[in-house]
């Protein structure tokens, strides 16, 4: 009988009891997983999770610690009297306050649970940073009305997963919205939380999520957050730096599979002059491989606000809003293949 390294006593010990009991020779022999292998397995696991169940349907973690950022941010957060250094120095430690506290107690929790119970956290951990089957369910709420020329709905809709203004946006404006917001995120919440799987654990993808909301709610150039949210974005930056650059690639091999060859090299020259370090370039890679233009001027908070265009393909339609949907699951069966093909070989070599 074969068990990997770490496999709880109790049951070993059954099965030696069992075997004895059936009056058959029993050998017990340890094998050792490797980390690639494993860290694949919970990998797979937490997305066919995502895949059979979506997002908890009551009640969200992630939304919870949404509510408890808020009262953190409401006790921190003073503009009477406060410069900028200062009210900079208050978004450092609401950040701080907001971020290690859950990743602290998560830590705690899992270093004194034994080895199945580990890696039953880990595979729940990532599953609930995953978001693939939302994305895909709030991007196809936009496009079926927008496919059948009802605009109304599918601003509607579109007003549940973007922060721009949707009212008055034609239908190649909520094409375009709603691709990059499935390409931005197939990164934030599909690829990079399982990168930041591979590199720490459970830990590393709650520190990744954990900081990507708190971008989310407070990374905004607006008189509130311009010098308040500037820690939570510099962080969201630089933790989602990699994981970017890895989706970029992803989505490029999947361009290959569909012919998209020549031009790849553009998708650089189209994002340096986006305000994201890590936004621009994987939606310039989507625009690429979706042969479509992204960006430019978009409604915020009743201003329109300038921004460079991506890509120099077709005009955004509700077609291409599915083929997004196609991309962020195909780049993400491709880093899973990958990652599996590598741990079976560094297993068996």
Not at 53 to 66: I, K, T
Not at 72 to 92: A, C, D, P
Not at 205 to 221: C, E, I, P
Not at 230 to 252: H, M, N, P, Q, Y
């Amino acid at each position: 009988m074969i068990f990997p390294q770490g496999f709880p006593v109790p049951f070993s010990s059954a099965a030696v009891f069992l075997c004895l009991t059936q009056g058959k020779p029993c050998t017990i022999k340890m094998i050792t997983f490797n980390p690639v292998f494993e860290s694949s397995l919970v990998v797979v696991c937490a997305l066919c999770l995502d895949k059979l169940f979506g997002e908890p349907a009551r009640f969200h973690p992630l939304v919870g610690f949404g509510r408890y950022a808020g009262w953190v941010e409401r006790i921190f957060y003073s503009s009477k009297h406060t410069g900028n250094g200062r009210m900079f120095l208050q978004g450092v430690l609401a950040w701080c306050v907001s971020v290690l506290v859950p990743l602290i107690i998560l830590v705690g929790i899992v270093s004194v649970l034994p080895y199945v119970a580990q890696v039953l956290i880990s595979v729940v951990v990532l599953y609930l940073s995953i978001g693939a089957r939302s994305l895909a369910e709030h991007a196809h709420a936009v496009s079926e009305p927008l496919a059948q020329g009802n605009l109304q709905d599918a601003r509607l809709q579109l007003g549940r997963i973007v922060s721009r203004d949707t009212q008055d946006l034609n239908s190649a404006q909520i094409s375009s919205a709603t691709v990059e917001t499935l390409t931005e995120n197939t990164h934030d919440a599909v690829i990079a939380p399982i990168v930041w799987f591979l590199l720490f654990g459970a830990a590393g993808v709650l520190l990744f999520r954990l900081a990507n909301t708190l971008d989310a709610m407070w990374g905004y150039q607006t008189s509130r957050y311009e010098y308040f949210g500037k820690c939570s974005a510099r962080v969201d930056d630089v933790l989602g730096w990699l994981s970017a650059r890895l989706t970029v690639g992803l989505f490029i091999l999947v361009g290959l599979s569909r012919g998209r060859i020549i031009g790849c090299e553009k998708i650089y020259h189209w994002a340096r002059n986006w305000y994201s370090p890590n936004a621009g370039p994987v939606m310039a890679a989507g625009a690429f491989v979706l042969n479509t233009r992204l960006g430019g001027p978009a409604p915020y908070h009743g201003v329109l606000k300038t921004r460079p265009w991506l890509g120099i393909g077709n005009e955004p339609s509700a077609q291409h809003i599915q083929r997004a949907i196609g991309l962020m699951y195909q780049s993400t069966y491709v880093l899973v293949f990958i990652l599996c093909v590598i741990g079976v070989l560094q297993w068996l070599y």
